[in-house]
């Protein structure tokens, strides 16, 4: 997810973002993104899903500006 840029967008977007919305952010398929989202879900919290939005979590947030 960060080599994809995809923390870097999460981390933009404090609101979130839907699936559809990030995978055009991206350049990835929807599908594409459900999958590493959902894994960045259940892998300790990166993300969280709320109203049927991504977005990043504390840690996620960490991630994103120290692992670069």
Same mark, same amino acid.
């Given at each position: 997810?960060?080599?994809?840029?995809? +923390?870097?967008?999460?981390?933009?977007?404090?609101? #979130?973002?839907?699936?559809? &919305?990030?995978? $055009?952010?991206?350049?990835?398929?929807?599908?594409?993104?459900?999958? +590493?989202?959902?894994?960045?879900?259940?892998?300790? #919290?990166?993300?969280?899903? &709320?109203?049927? $939005?991504?977005?990043?979590?504390?840690?996620?947030?960490?991630?994103?500006?120290?692992?670069?």
């Amino acid at each position: 997810m960060r080599d994809l840029k995809i +923390l870097d967008i999460l981390s933009k977007n404090k609101d #979130g973002l839907t699936y559809a &919305k990030l995978a $055009k952010e991206c350049n990835l398929s929807r599908y594409g993104i459900q999958v +590493l989202c959902e894994t960045a879900l259940s892998a300790g #919290g990166v993300v969280f899903i &709320k109203d049927e $939005k991504v977005i990043l979590s504390k840690i996620g947030f960490f991630l994103s500006i120290v692992i670069k």
